[in-house]
């Protein structure tokens, strides 16, 4: 099979998996492995990467050098808050800039507000961010 290539990263895996909903990192550690997934998205308003030091990290778990940690902005509903959310991710992770961006507009549905996720992606692409964006065809 073909490599997946993001952002000039070449991956075996096409499974890209997620760290939310798991009892702790032991049991996250295990499904990501099990998995054989390359690439992990983290929710950075929800899970410590170091933001909290007197907390358990998701690094210990998961490092940065065997898996593609892809911080992504969910809970945040303005492009100010995705914007500061992922700087601060770009600075926990040393510099990686692949991120995933969702700017939400509805709490029910998680639709995407469509205007705030276009001006948040345009300052992160200026400031030399890789950006995977959660979007859709239809503007709140």
């Known amino acids: ?9 070449a991956y075996s895996s ?19 492995d099990a998995s054989g997934a390359q690439i992990v998205t983290v929710a950075i308003r929800r899970t410590n990467i170091g933001q909290n ?13 065997r898996y593609t940690l892809l911080p992504n902005t969910a809970g945040c509903y303005s ?14 992770l040393d510099g990686r800039d692949l991120v995933k961006l969702e700017v939400l507009g509805d709490s029910k549905t998680l ?16 400031e030399g961010f890789k950006v995977m964006v959660y979007c859709s065809d239809d503007p709140i």
């Open 1 to 9: 099979m073909d490599k997946l290539t993001i952002a000039g990263s």
């Open 79 to 92: 492009a100010d808050d995705a914007v500061r959310t992922l700087r601060l991710a770009r600075e926990l």
């Open 111 to 126: 639709f995407p507000n469509m205007p705030e996720t276009l001006a948040a992606a345009k300052t992160l692409v200026a």
């Open 53 to 65: 030091p007197d907390e358990p990290n998701l690094l210990d778990a998961l490092p940065p050098s």
């Open 14 to 32: 096409r499974l890209l998996v997620g760290t939310g909903k798991y009892k702790d990192f032991a049991e996250t550690k295990a499904a990501v």
